[in-house]
């Protein structure tokens, strides 16, 4: 690999009753432009009890009451559904292909479960959580929600490949999504051997392999990696047939953010606040919940 790009491999992080493939934030690089923090989730497979002989070898996707500050959460998923309320009294069912985009601002709790209809049946999980920081001007705004079906999502095919732009700005197309600041995340897939290039996109770039390979200045980068350009990247992307990838970046901010928790924010104090605030139960409390996850230590 040249001396333009850095590949991270994923790294197995425990979030409870879940184990999770994490991509950023990762020592050498913390961000890729807005882009702050990086969960791949599964595939895993949830069996019920059905009887005595059968054993479940997951848990069902149960993540209670947390909060948020100063970032937007993006769930996309491939396989399976959640469950998402949050404390504006929003409940919507996530299902494949669909965005879940909820900007957090000064502050909101949300929890995300499996649906009560799949919780005594078979399925797999699989997709990605994502935290998008929010520009330092809108770092304390009013939290909001929106959601997104697939088919609102523009989709086109190029090349050999099939492209959808689930947020942000790329190839003269744009998202519903209602982002915060100059971004891109694209899903693509290789129908076959195929060639590719960030030069038309902006900023920071980003590739994640879900599936299949590719070739970078000729070092192959496997699925479960992630790539990142480094700016002025100019090498010419070989990917595989049957390929499935995920590409995301856009314009860096100029200010460091700082992330304890579930928390993101350009002040240390900002951080500070939140936790004494989730510690005295000052967040607004989610319609149809109970039960809390506790500030870590």
């Not at 937007?72 to 009294?89: C, K, M, N, P």
């Not at 409390?285 to 996850?293: A, D, H, L, V, W």
Request: aromatic share 10%.
């Amino acid at each position: 690999m040249s001396n333009k790009s850095l590949i991270i491999e994923e790294r197995a992080r425990d979030i409870g009753d879940f184990l999770v493939g994490r991509l950023l934030p990762f020592r050498k690089k913390r961000m890729v432009g807005p882009f702050i923090f990086i969960d791949h989730m599964g595939p895993s497979e949830f069996i019920d009890h059905m009887g005595p002989s059968e054993v479940s070898p997951e848990k069902p996707f149960d993540v209670g009451p947390h909060p948020h500050i100063g970032l937007s959460t993006l769930t996309y998923l491939f396989s399976g559904e959640i469950f998402h309320r949050d404390g504006l009294g929003t409940e919507q069912r996530i299902v494949p292909g669909a965005v879940n985009w909820m900007s957090a601002g000064k502050g909101i709790a949300h929890s995300e479960r499996t649906p009560e209809d799949l919780s005594h049946s078979k399925y797999t999980l699989h997709g990605y959580q994502i935290w998008v920081a929010l520009p330092k001007e809108l770092e304390d705004m009013e939290p909001a929600f929106y959601h997104a079906r697939e088919e609102d999502l523009p989709s086109w095919k190029k090349g050999g490949l099939e492209y959808i732009l689930v947020a942000g700005k790329a190839y003269n197309k744009t998202s519903p999504i209602p982002v915060h600041s100059e971004l891109y995340m694209l899903n693509v897939k290789s129908v076959k051997a195929a060639r590719w290039t960030p030069d038309e996109l902006y900023g920071e770039t980003a590739i994640c392999v879900v599936k299949g390979e590719l070739k970078a200045c000729g070092e192959t980068v496997k699925q479960g990696s992630l790539l990142v350009a480094k700016p002025g990247e100019t090498c010419e992307i070989e990917i595989a047939p049957q390929s499935h990838l995920l590409i995301f970046g856009g314009e860096p901010f100029p200010e460091k953010r700082h992330i304890f928790w579930n928390f993101v924010s350009s002040s240390k104090e900002t951080i500070e606040r939140a936790k004494e605030n989730w510690k005295n139960h000052k967040f607004e409390e989610i319609p149809g919940e109970s039960g809390r996850i506790e500030l870590p230590g």
